[in-house]
């Protein structure tokens, strides 16, 4: 009789929970249908009665976006006519030109174009200022429209009227489109002959290909270490990711887990194939825009104790987004789970699911932080990014410098040196001489240049505080000294910033020569991060040392 009893009781509780879920279910059901009728009788009537014209594509778009801006930045809807630039961002390929372009001074200009590519071989420069696309007058146009036109099918030419700084007549030119695909490794090389270096810039379609090609090549050279480059990588394919720990770990190791709401699609990822090679030393570059995969790279190495994670905390995306498709060719992007590296930490930083009062997006608090250990003991931590072994400021660059850049001073004297210089020396050679630092603070001048200073703001801020508080009159001497120490001066910034200065024109004019690889050779010898790395990598007693049992990785937020 209890048996029985016991198990009738059970039945009651199993078919109540069913009642209850189903319940649940079809209000659900009902909200949502709800919802979608007020949605359609409301457009109904806007489109009808709404006193202006108005453009149902862009209304529901607009919506679309807004809906799914209040869940997270990555669930996007990806329309028919975006399909291009998706397939590019993540396979890195597309039919056109092969060249950046930018918008300077109302004008699209080419920013960079791509070595061995159309752009480069019909002869476009940076600097040239594109005015017509087949007989279209770009004058109006922002720069996703010009770079619309720009694309087409591959062996197709398209005519661009250009205009060339310090010519006087336009010209045309007919560029044979091609399909362009983005190196994912744009350089990779032997920094001394100890240590190897790999410069990934986004984790791409068979991006791990393009890695182990140039691991390979470089293992011929017999290195101690290897430095791999994820700076300002904001991520990509997961598999990509997954893939290239699997090179430096031993098969069978966890490597990143994805957990959401369909159970079913929960999975790990583990070590499936043979590694190249798991003794070489290791050190992994981050900064704030390491995102997503590369903070899965950089993760893993860390939490296995692989090799180091040098330079600035990352981003903090511990989010998965899965593609999924809609009706008439359309995409929806959408996070489906968050991501878990091998200590059991999920890295993500900003906390969309509770946001602040005002809508606006904060960290996750620190009460919610855990403490996790890596293979060796480590403690580690989740809700903030991967915080390097290594921490090292990212260097700050000048207002005088932020100004000249922004202002295209660096990018305009470059293009009149390039006009004026046949050739240069080779990237690890050149330097700016006295003699074009000169003519470049001349260039600078003539123009009647000016600079905003943040010190001289927040003094001006910090006087007003102190009239108000009565206290400006006590310390006014001092006060207005420093005032007039903090006022910006030209001539006297352009001498105090020398240096960094010529290192963005060296890089400027070095890239209008020998593109993007001359530029990240002409970059190394003077990276502080990279010297760190190869400082730290150098001492194999000094590598192993960071490995120790009961080591804190930590450090306050940003």
Same mark, same amino acid.
Request: proline share 5%; hydrophobic share 35%.
């Given at each position: 009789m209890n048996w029985k009893k016991i198990w009738i009781g059970a039945l009651i509780v199993i078919v109540a929970g069913i009642g209850f879920y189903s319940f649940n279910r079809d209000e659900r059901n009902f909200e949502i249908a709800k919802n979608l009728e007020i949605y359609y009788s409301l457009f109904r009537e806007?489109?009808?009665?709404?006193?202006?014209?108005?453009?149902?594509?862009?209304?529901?778009?607009?919506?679309?976006?807004?809906?799914?801006?209040?869940?997270?930045p990555y669930t996007n809807f990806i329309s028919e006519d975006q399909m291009e630039d998706f397939r590019f961002m993540t396979t890195g390929e597309y039919a056109g030109i092969g060249a950046l372009i930018g918008?300077?001074?109302?004008?699209?200009?080419?920013?960079?174009?791509?070595?061995?590519?159309?752009?480069?071989?019909?002869?476009?420069?940076?600097?040239?200022?594109?005015?017509?696309?087949?007989?279209k007058v770009t004058e109006n146009m922002t720069t996703e429209d010009v770079s619309n036109l720009l694309k087409g099918p591959?062996?197709?030419?398209?005519?661009?009227?250009?205009?060339?700084?310090?010519?006087?007549?336009?010209?045309?030119?007919?560029?044979?489109?091609?399909?362009?695909?983005?190196?994912?490794?744009?350089?990779?090389?032997?920094?001394?002959?100890?240590?190897?270096?790999?410069?990934?810039?986004?984790?791409?379609?068979?991006?791990?290909e393009d890695v182990k090609k140039a691991f390979l090549d470089l293992k011929k050279n017999d290195p101690e270490s290897l430095i791999l480059?994820?700076?300002?990588?904001?991520?990509?394919?997961?598999?990509?990711?997954?893939?290239?720990?699997?090179?430096?770990?031993?098969?069978?190791?966890?490597?990143?887990?994805?957990?959401?709401?369909?159970?079913?699609?929960?999975?790990?990822?583990?070590?499936?194939?043979?590694?190249?090679?798991?003794?070489?030393?290791?050190?992994?570059?981050?900064?704030?825009?390491?995102?997503?995969?590369? *903070?899965?790279?950089?993760?893993?190495?860390?939490?296995?104790?692989?090799?180091?994670?040098?330079?600035?905390?990352?981003f903090g995306k511990g989010l998965v987004q899965t593609t999924r498709d809609l009706s008439y060719n359309a995409k929806l992007k959408v996070t489906t789970a968050k991501y878990y590296i091998p200590s059991g930490r999920c890295i993500q930083a900003l906390d969309y699911t509770h946001r602040n009062e005002d809508g606006s997006v904060g960290y996750v608090p620190d009460s919610l932080i855990s403490?996790?250990?890596?293979?060796?003991?480590?403690?580690?931590?989740?809700?903030?990014?991967?915080?390097?072994?290594?921490?090292?400021?990212? *260097?700050?660059?000048?207002?005088?410098?932020?100004?000249?850049?922004?202002?295209?001073k660096v990018f305009d004297f470059a293009t009149n040196f390039t006009n004026e210089t046949k050739s240069i020396a080779a990237p690890e050679e050149f330097e700016v001489t006295e003699e074009t630092y000169n003519k470049f603070a001349a260039f600078v001048k003539e123009d009647d240049f000016e600079y905003e200073s943040e010190s001289k703001h927040m003094l001006e801020d910090l006087i007003e505080v102190?009239?108000?508080?009565?206290?400006?009159?006590?310390?006014?001497? *001092?006060?207005?000294?420093?005032?007039?120490?903090?006022?910006?001066?030209?001539?006297?910034?352009?001498?105090?910033?020398?240096?960094?200065?010529?290192s963005l024109l060296r890089h400027e004019i070095v890239s209008r020569y020998y593109y993007q690889k001359g530029a990240i050779r002409s970059s190394l010898g003077d990276d502080?991060?990279?010297?760190?790395?190869?400082?730290?990598?150098?001492?194999?007693?000094?590598?192993?040392?960071?490995?120790?049992?009961?080591?804190?990785?930590?450090?306050?937020r940003p």
């Open positions: 806007l489109n009808m009665f709404y006193v202006d014209e108005v453009n149902p594509n862009k209304l529901v778009k607009t919506s679309i976006d807004e809906m799914l801006q209040s869940l997270d918008n300077h001074d109302g004008k699209v200009v080419i920013s960079e174009p791509y070595e061995g590519f159309p752009a480069q071989k019909f002869g476009l420069r940076a600097g040239d200022i594109i005015l017509e696309v087949e007989g591959a062996k197709k030419p398209v005519k661009i009227k250009l205009q060339r700084p310090g010519e006087r007549k336009p010209f045309e030119v007919d560029v044979i489109r091609e399909k362009i695909s983005i190196d994912a490794v744009p350089y990779f090389g032997m920094l001394d002959k100890n240590t190897a270096y790999i410069r990934l810039s986004n984790f791409t379609v068979n991006c791990s480059d994820l700076r300002s990588n904001p991520g990509g394919l997961l598999q990509e990711a997954v893939k290239i720990v699997n090179f430096f770990v031993p098969q069978g190791s966890e490597i990143v887990s994805t957990k959401g709401k369909v159970k079913q699609w929960d999975k790990t990822y583990t070590a499936t194939s043979v590694p190249l090679d798991t003794t070489i030393r290791i050190a992994i570059l981050t900064n704030r825009g390491s995102a997503s995969a590369s *903070e899965i790279v950089a993760g893993a190495i860390q939490d296995l104790d692989r090799g180091l994670v040098v330079g600035a905390r990352t403490e996790f250990t890596t293979k060796k003991g480590r403690k580690v931590y989740d809700g903030g990014g991967i915080v390097p072994d290594v921490v090292l400021d990212s *260097e700050q660059l000048s207002n005088l410098s932020i100004a000249l850049l922004s202002e295209f102190a009239k108000d508080e009565k206290y400006y009159s006590l310390a006014q001497k *001092e006060f207005e000294t420093l005032q007039a120490r903090l006022e910006p001066q030209l001539d006297k910034d352009l001498v105090g910033f020398k240096d960094e200065i010529k502080t991060v990279i010297q760190r790395a190869i400082d730290e990598l150098g001492s194999p007693m000094g590598y192993t040392g960071y490995f120790e049992p009961g080591i804190i990785i930590t450090m306050k």
